[in-house]
């Protein structure tokens, strides 16, 4: 049996010290509240982050530091919330959500 670990590269926890650093890296609603796609729940512990910011340098620094100190053979990306399939619509949908928001405006007026 060799080492290997299964990680979700697109969540942070709320506590963690990435996104306190960080809140501009977390993908967001038209409100400008934290999202999660996984669950679309308004509250939890952890929330999606934006691949398309320093987020994706970041997570693959650690990513690679895990692989490397634990001697991992293999690692499974879990990539489920980058688009996800549990909670769609345009106000909640990834990175773009703010962009998608001033396009509804433009086109409304």
């Known amino acids: 049996m060799e080492p290997g670990l299964w990680i979700s590269v697109g969540t942070a926890a709320i506590t963690s010290e990435v996104l306190q650093d960080h809140p501009e890296w977390s993908v967001r609603d038209e409100k400008g509240e934290l999202v999660n796609l996984h669950s679309g729940a308004s509250t939890t512990d952890f929330y999606t982050m934006c691949l398309g910011t320093e987020w994706a340098r970041y997570i693959k620094k650690k990513i690679l ?37 001033i396009i509804k405006i433009v086109r409304n007026h």
């Open 65 to 101: 530091d895990v692989v490397r100190d634990w001697g991992l053979t293999y690692i499974k990306l879990d990539l489920s919330v980058v688009t996800s399939a549990y909670v769609t619509g345009t106000n909640k949908a990834g990175c773009s959500a703010k962009t998608i928001l």
